[in-house]
Nanobody
Framework: QVQLMESGGGSVQAGGSLRLSCAAS????????VGWFRQAPGKEREGVAS????????VYVDSVKGRFTISRDNANNTVYLQMNGLKPEDTAMYYC???????????????????WGQGTQVTVSS
């Protein structure tokens, strides 16, 4: 069982930056795919970014490419989502999630993420 805890959310103006962190309780976190997801009010949850266990293959949804960067520090069991150039449409609850299967392809469409954090709110004002 992996317990995940997000932090770093907040309120910023458009064009600002935030860095989200996802800390894991399990030392084998380095063997897991990790993804960031978001859900805005009235909308379905969507995958935002994912990263493979080695941290060498990040994947992004088109709407955040060039603005968001996912990275991981396996020594400290933490995955980050650096968000620059934030837009009002980025406003959502952000969740990190992990899975230990299908780690050769960590895209959120390539398998179910079965460990989830509680979420952290990101609000971007215009």
């Amino acid at each position: 069982q992996v317990q995940l805890m997000e932090s770093g959310g907040g309120s910023v103006q458009a064009g600002g930056s935030l860095r989200l962190s996802c800390a894991a309780s399990r030392y084998t976190y380095s063997a897991y795919c990790v993804g960031w997801f978001r859900q805005a009010p009235g909308k379905e949850r969507e995958g935002v970014a994912s990263i493979n266990p080695a941290g060498t293959f990040p994947v992004y949804v088109d709407s955040v490419k060039g603005r968001f960067t996912i990275s991981r520090d396996n020594a400290n069991n933490t995955v980050y989502l650096q968000m620059n150039g934030l837009k009002p449409e980025d406003t959502a609850m952000y969740y990190c999630a992990a899975r230990s299967r299908n780690t050769w392809n960590c895209h959120w469409n390539a398998g179910n993420y079965n460990y989830w954090g509680q979420g952290t709110q990101v609000t971007v004002s215009s």
